[in-house]
């Protein structure tokens, strides 16, 4: 990657809700692997990362007519890690490695 941003990728939409707080989460598998692009799920973690989606917002409205399962282009920009270039949320490091998941800031998310 050139840098964070991605414009149009595709996946499977394999989860979505929302939080206490009432914003949505949602987590997107790459086509053909095992690599998630995700929002935290909860307010502790997202914290520094900003990357759930405010309740009432275009995006939330849009995701909100979406299903499990649906085959989604989406455009974000991954979140910068410390210890890596991008963020990533496994807690082990054999997830990390085996089937990664990358906090993303979405832009957009549409069925493909």
């Not at 649906?70 to 455009?75: A, G, L, P, S, W």
């Amino acid at each position: 990657l050139r840098n964070l941003a991605v414009q149009d990728w595709v996946g499977t939409l394999r989860d979505m809700g929302t939080n206490s707080d009432g914003k949505a989460y949602i987590v997107i598998q790459l086509a053909g692997s095992k690599i998630e692009v995700k929002t935290w799920n909860n307010a502790v973690s997202d914290i520094g990362d900003k990357s759930l989606i405010e309740t009432g917002s275009e995006l939330y409205n849009k995701i909100s007519n979406l299903s499990k399962g649906k085959t989604v282009r989406f455009t974000g920009t991954f979140k910068q890690g410390e210890k890596d270039y991008i963020k990533e949320a496994s807690l082990t490091e054999s997830g990390s490695m085996t089937s990664p998941a990358f906090i993303m800031g979405f832009m957009d998310v549409s069925v493909y």
